[in-house]
C-alpha cells in the first residue's frame, strides 16, 4: 500500500510514549513493505531531526513551527476560539499548504493521521483526496483536562482553566471525528469513548506495543539496588508532575529512611532540579532508559490525570520489572493485580505495598515474570504491521 502518514515529530531514539508509538507504526509499516510517505510537524520545544526516519520512508517532509504557549494567545483563544488552545497551538497554514502539495501531487492508498492534535487538518485532507482517512488516537483528549481539574487543588486558578480545555475539547473531538473514515484507539475504553461521542464508522482497538528487548547476560546486567524504587516518565508534563509531587508529599515521607527513590526523565523543571527531599535522586534526562529501570526494585506510577495507555509501564514490564500504579496509570493494561502488576491508589496502599515488595523478593519474582510474559504475548510490536493492515483492508 502507498500510505501517507501525518505526524508529529518523531525522535531517534524515540523516548516518551507518544512518540514510541508513533515510531513503532512508521517502523513496522515500513518493514511490512509498505511504501511511506511522511509529513512530519516539527515543533521549536521538541525539535527531532527527521534524517533519522528516512530510511522508512519513500518521501519526508518536515516542517517546523513554534507551539510555545503564550498568555495573549491563549486569551484570544478563550475569547473567540473555535478550537481549544492546547489543539489549536499545532495548527499552522504553511503546513496546511504542504498537505495540498503532497496529496496534489501523489495518489495514495491511505492517509493515516497519528494522534488528535493533528485532527484540525483533517477537513482540508478529505476535500484533496478520497483516500480512506484514518486517525490513530492516543488517547480522549479532553479526559486529561477534565481528570487534571479534578485533582487540582479547588483555590488554584489553572483548575478552571482545566475544566474549559477539557469542554472545549469535548466539542473539538465529537465534530472532528467525523471527518475519518476510521479510528484505531490503542484501548477498549477509548474505543467506548469515541462511540459515546458519536462515532459509528469502524472501529479497531490496536494497543500500544514495544519491542520485546534481548536479555541481559550477567556481566551485561547491572545489580539491582535493593529496597529501591523509580520514576521515569516526562517530567515536563503536568499530570507526571502532579502525581510525583503528591508521591513525595504523601508517600515518599513515610518511606525515606528505609529505601531509595530516584527520577529520571526529560525536560526536568527547575523545581526538581532544586529538589531536597530525603533519600530522592534526580536524574534528569538518561541515555538508557531499560538500562535505569533495570537498577530499581520497584516502578512507580503514582496518575492521577491522563489518558491511553502508558506505554512506559509495558516497557517496564517487558524487562521484567514489578510495577505498582494507581489504577487510572494501568488503564488498557490487560492484566491482574497482583499477578501482573500492583494496583495502588492510596498513600496507605503505596506504602503497605511498596515495603511487601521490598521484603518479599520471591513474591515480587513471581509478578516480575508474569509481567514479562504478558507483553511478551499482547503487546508485542511483531505483529503491529498486520493489525494495521487488517483495518485498512476494511476501508478499502
Not at 147 to 160: E, I
Not at 359 to 379: D, F, G, M
Amino acid at each position: 500500500m502507498k500510505i501517507l502518514i501525518v505526524t508529529l515529530r518523531v525522535p531517534y531514539p524515540p523516548k516518551d510514549g507518544g512518540a514510541i508509538a508513533m515510531y513503532q507504526v512508521i517502523q513496522s509499516l515500513a518493514l511490512a513493505g509498505h511504501q511511506l510517505t511522511l509529513a512530519m510537524l516539527n515543533t521549536k520545544k521538541h525539535f527531532a531531526d527527521p534524517a533519522a526516519l528516512k530510511t522508512y520512508s519513500s518521501s519526508l517532509y518536515a516542517y517546523t513551527i513554534d507551539t510555545t504557549p503564550r498568555l495573549s494567545m491563549a486569551f484570544k483563544s478563550f475569547l473567540w476560539g473555535k478550537i481549544p488552545y492546547n489543539i489549536e497551538r499545532f495548527f499552522h497554514p504553511g503546513f496546511e499548504k504542504l498537505l495540498v502539495e503532497i496529496l496534489t501531487q501523489n495518489h495514495f492508498d491511505i492517509i493515516h493521521l497519528e494522534g488528535t492534535y493533528l485532527s484540525t487538518y483533517a477537513p482540508l485532507i478529505k476535500k484533496q483526496t478520497q483516500a480512506p482517512l484514518v486517525l490513530r488516537a492516543h488517547n480522549i483528549e479532553y479526559e486529561i483536562w477534565q481528570r487534571l481539574a479534578k485533582v487540582t487543588p479547588f483555590y488554584w486558578p489553572p483548575k478552571w482553566y482545566y475544566y474549559y480545555l477539557a469542554q472545549k475539547g469535548k466539542k473539538f473531538e465529537k465534530q472532528y471525528i467525523h471527518f475519518f473514515d476510521g479510528i484505531i484507539p490503542i484501548t477498549q475504553k477509548d474505543a467506548a469513548a469515541f462511540q459515546k461521542l458519536g462515532y459509528t464508522k469502524p472501529l479497531r482497538v490496536i494497543p500500544a506495543c514495544v519491542s520485546i528487548p534481548s536479555p541481559k547476560t550477567p556481566l551485561e546486567e547491572s545489580p539491582t539496588i535493593e529496597r529501591s524504587c523509580c520514576f521515569l516518565g516526562s517530567l515536563d508534563w503536568r499530570a507526571n508532575q502532579q502525581g510525583l509531587y503528591w508521591f513525595l508529599k504523601k508517600v515518599w515521607k513515610n518511606l525515606a529512611t528505609q529505601g531509595e527513590f530516584h527520577i529520571a526523565g526529560r525536560n526536568l523543571p527547575e523545581s526538581l532540579k532544586e529538589l531536597r527531599a530525603p533519600r530522592v535522586f534526580v536524574h534528569g534526562e538518561i541515555p538508557d532508559a531499560l538500562a535505569f529501570l533495570r537498577r530499581y526494585t520497584l516502578v512507580i506510577i503514582p496518575l492521577f490525570a491522563g489518558s491511553g495507555m502508558r506505554i512506559k509501564i509495558i516497557e517496564a514490564m517487558s524487562i521484567g520489572k514489578c510495577v505498582i500504579s494507581t489504577s487510572l496509570g494501568l488503564e488498557g493494561i490487560e492484566g491482574k493485580d497482583g499477578v501482573h502488576f500492583v494496583v495502588a491508589n492510596t498513600p496507605n496502599e503505596f506504602i503497605e505495598k511498596i515495603v511487601y515488595y521490598w521484603q518479599h523478593p520471591q513474591e515480587r519474582q513471581k509478578i516480575e515474570l508474569q509481567a514479562q510474559n504478558l507483553v511478551a504475548s499482547n503487546y508485542n510490536c511483531n505483529q503491529l504491521a498486520k493489525l494495521f493492515e487488517q483495518f485498512y483492508q476494511t476501508l478499502l
